[in-house]
């Protein structure tokens, strides 16, 4: 079984930062890529940045300049680095792995996701 744990959501004022992390554990022999997604109340999950093997990126075009999405393969863990934060940004933030596991087949495993709120 996989699981993916974020943390470092919270309250932030316009313009401030939030750093996130998201840990994958559990058997895990490989893992393909790593990604953040957010929803806000009332819209469709969308995507903020995937990082695949490689270190091959891909930003929403609403976060490109301000967002930086990082992984450390070793602790199996995906950050994002979010600067210059809009009350836009307002969202629950979903990480996400495709991850081949114990049944030697590719997964698709979500996190339980973080509240990030950008308000004065």
């Known amino acids: 079984q996989v699981q993916l744990v974020e943390s470092g959501g919270g309250l932030v004022q316009p313009g401030g930062s939030l750093r996130l992390s998201c840990a994958a554990s559990?058997?895990?022999?490989?893992?393909?890529?790593m990604g953040w997604y957010r929803q806000a109340p009332g819209k469709q999950r969308e995507l903020v940045a995937t990082i695949a093997t490689g270190g091959i990126t891909n930003y929403a075009d609403s976060v490109k300049g301000r967002f930086t999405i990082s992984r450390d393969s070793a602790k199996n863990t995906v950050y994002l680095q979010m600067n210059s934060l809009k009350p836009e940004d307002t969202a629950g933030y979903y990480c996400?792995?495709?991850?081949?596991?114990?049944?030697?087949?590719?997964?698709?495993?979500w996190g339980q996701g973080t509240q990030v709120t950008v308000s004065s």
């Open positions: 559990g058997t895990i022999f490989a893992i393909k890529a």
């Open positions: 996400n792995a495709a991850v081949l596991g114990s049944s030697w087949q590719w997964g698709d495993y």
